[in-house]
């Protein structure tokens, strides 16, 4: 149950001035705990801030960090089971939330305070119609009949952007993309013309041109209909687009906030720094190597007395192991760090750690370690009972070469064929037809006694660390099970320290052989999952989406680690990611794909710094950068449409239908791959 | 969807010609016939002749494959043939007592489905309480005690309380309902509990899970009434497998009360079928195995199509 104590301030977070002219929600001194079974967990501690009228407010932090807990707490949709509030205020139009009892509670939400959420596939209710979905708010808070409230929604899919909004009406939402759905979520979320929005991770899944399309609806609606508008997210260049103000959480705790622009040119949290210090940027020079911030997030269950972010702190003295206060900084903001007198002053310098500078090119083009040639993978799909078939034109006609030592990145949307590409590498599927050249062998071809012998050479690491290890292996059995597979250690003691020493290689204490997958955080898995590749000394290594599951200051970590292991081992890597700004870090050539097809390949300077095709140069506009200034001074050009279906891909070049430079010649003829420049190969005859 | 379930139908024709095979040949490996069961079961001295005379008026001396035959050609033209036992046509054997039978069933099910949703339910909402501490104590007696056991007791109870026991001869629900219904409402009570008692815990941890969606939380930040998150949009995902828990234990009720049957002496076609297995009625045997299979496809065939109604992403072509 949700109970409220008198709030006396124990911690020593000052109460937000109540500034009483355009303030909507002022949260203040907010505590979340847990009830688990490893004992009381206290997700938020004292955090307090505002929302004034139509203001859009950020709350970044990674997972674990309380800022999808306190938007939770806000609404009262915390689990009644476990979650307690023991001490805070949430006052909204001078009421405290917190005190309200479940019927008025709910006669707010939806009406005056409305939320939307990350998932959009599983966030809409399967059985039910749309038009059900949206008008169920309607007719609940302003008592709408049911004809009015379906005009109502239709305006609502119309103002979304919805297309076909009455037929749409009687749908369900499979029937519906990722996108169109997080438009109907957006919908219900308008529907009652609510006074503030609350968006928990509003464009996390969806591809990055989708992503810009809701990003630019919500920011245009908030300041169209004077929304205020709560954006919880662990995408700096999310933040660096909407923001007016920011609010830095960090354990459960509030570390800095402030306006964006100053939060995002001066931080003035140690946190903070590393925060913008650790995320691979588009708009900068590629650095040698990414910062990052060493050290995992605190465990809330255990947290020790002082600064949750102290452990991870270059900048840590003997101040911090007691508790900071939070203090105000000269650009108007607060932060939660005993230095901000250095920060401020310059002592400290967040800029100082930045190694700007040109990569080293792996130049020892001999032959290519791999090479695939017109590659096509074509999915048969039953259409009817008696099996009408079609094809899912997964991959088509795709050629590149991957050189010794070589990283090579492979970007696209969700469906573009990357992913299929990678398990054909693998011969996790059987090819329909091409070539697939490693070392002299055609793997297309290959028999099972031959590929036995390539699967040495090739590995894997899969995007999942959660659900990619054997929950009921230890570590040392996962990482040990290939040398055993393969026959090359068969003794218990020599396996045992060749686990160890893999263990060693990818920053990981050897001890933890002996625990479970379930014991071990998101990074370390996915170390795990590298020591286990690297356990046969391949030659290359296929990444697929290796970091996209993992938080900002983790992803940087297995970056680094990837990048020394390549260095040290001479390992060559397909990194399969839809990250631009990531597969731009750790890449040295990439290639661009789009419904199955190649539309362009160039070295990784290149393709950043004049992309030719108008895909890649739509995809690199749409990817949002953290930086305020240039996010709020740009327009971008919005890629229109959606991804159509590989089932039916439109004639000529596939990308026509959302192309801004498409004309009739572009419908009549599929493109090829040709090379532009040295070393530029792009699929249009536009350039 | 009508193209579908005709295509589904088609599709039952070779199922059910393995199982015509697999139980005609079965029934011949068992040792001894109807013919020597009926002249020497109780000891009789009966002449070999006059059992071969017997074999042969019901065609039990042809080669295997013949009989075999005759019976194919039989269900081909939709004829079962005549039992052995009393020369009576099989099919109207079992149409007497499908009557009882599936009155029974029907009602069981309606009790089950009574029971089981708003048990379910309020256990699963009221979660690590009394109350669902005794919603689970009272399914597991459910999936613990005999139904043998539980009609006995229903009758000791009826019997000592009021006096009275339901009478045994069954009379149609259309000559008269109200000495039809206080005959039946006992058995299908004793079956029912024990057969919602798999589907009430089956609502309950679907529903738990179900509760834990994504869209549940979408329901209730939209400010819907909580009585409505629950009968609107957590229930209508949650009772899904349940059709299927509640279809397949329809169709078993159909041949498999064989024991319940007995308790409340009701002549249905669990009873039928321990006669004529113990008479080595062959034909009549045969004839319910091809009944009660045609049962489970249609009942199967009927969830998959309620499953299309209730799951809109569930379409068939």
Known sequence: MLDTAASSSSGPSPAPAPSGDGTLLSVENLHVHFRTSVGIVRAVEGVSFT??????????????????????????????????????????????LLGLDDEAMREIRGRHISMIFQEPMTSLNPVLSIGLQITEPLQIHLGMDEAAAQARAVELMKLVGIPDAERRLGQYPHQFSGGMRQRVMIAIGLACNPKLIIADEPTTALDVTIQAQILELMKDLSRRLNIALIVITHNLGVVARYADRVIVMYGGRLAEQGAAEAVFHRPRHPYTMGLLRSVPRLDRPRGLKLETIEGLPPNLAHAPPGCRFAPRCPYRIAACESEPALMPTDTGGLSRCVRVPEIIS????????????????????????????????????????????????????????????????????????????????????????????????????????????????????????????NPRMTVGQIVGEPLHVHRIMTEAERQKARVGELLNQVGLRPELA??????????????????????????????????????????GQIINLLEDLQRELGVAYLFIAHDLAVVRHISMRVVVMYLGRVMEIADR????REPLHPYTKLLLDAAPVPDPTIEKARAPRLIQGELPSPLAPPAGCVFHTRCPMASDECKAAIPAVREIKPGHFAACIKV | MLRYAVQRLLLAIPTLIGVAIVSFFLLRVVPGDVVEVKLRGDGGAVTQETIDMERKRMGLDKPLMAQFGDWMLGLATLNLGKSMWTDRPVVEEIAIRLELSLQVAIMASLVAVMLAVPLGTIAALMRGTWVDYVVRIITIAGLSIPSFWLGLMIMLMLLVLFNWLPPITFTPLYVDPKANLTQLIWPAMAVGYRYSAVTARMVRSQLLEVMNEDYIRTARAKGVYEKLVITR?????????????????????????????????????????????????????QGMVMMIAGFYIIVNLTIDMLYAVFDPRIRYR
């Open chain 1, 346 to 469: 310059g002592a400290i310098n967040w800029t100082s750690g930045m190694v700007a500078g040109a990569g080293a090119a792996a130049d020892k083009r001999v032959t290519p370690l791999l090479s695939v040639r017109r590659l096509t993978k074509h999915f048969p799909v039953k259409v009817g009972l008696r099996g009408k078939k079609a094809f899912v034109r997964a991959v088509e006609d795709v050629s590149f070469d991957i050189y010794p030592g070589e990283t090579l990145g492979l970007v696209g949307e969700s469906g573009c064929g990357k992913t299929t590409v990678g398990r054909l590498i693998l011969r996790l599927e059987d090819a329909t037809s091409g070539q697939i050249q490693f070392e002299g062998r055609d793997l297309v071809a290959a028999s099972s006694a031959d590929l036995q012998a390539v699967r040495r050479k090739v590995q894997v690491i899969f995007q999942d660390p959660y659900s990619s290890l």
């Open chain 1, 605 to 608: 300077d290149t393709i950043y």
């Open chain 2, 233 to 285: 949009h957590a229930l209508r995902n949650a009772l899904l497998p349940a059709i299927t828990v509640l279809g397949l234990e329809f169709a078993f009720l159909i041949g498999g009360l064989v024991v319940t049957e007995q308790v409340f002496n009701l002549n249905g076609i669990g009873k039928l079928f321990v006669q004529s297995v113990s008479r080595n009625d062959f034909t009549l045997i």
């Open chain 1, 514 to 555: 002996e625990r479970y997958p379930h014991q071990l955080s998101g990074g370390q898995r996915q170390r795990v999952g590298i020591a286990r590749a690297l356990a046969m000394e391949p030659s290359f290594i296929v990444c697929d989406e290796a970091v996209s599951a993992l938080d900002v200051s983790i992803q």
């Open chain 1, 51 to 96: 929302v004034k009228r139509g203001e859009v407010v950020a709350i970044v932090g990674e997972s674990g960090s309380g800022k999808s807990v306190s938007a939770l707490a806000v609404m009262r949709l915390l689990p009644r089971r476990s979650a307690i509030v023991p001490q805070g205020r949430v006052m909204f139009e001078g009421r405290d």
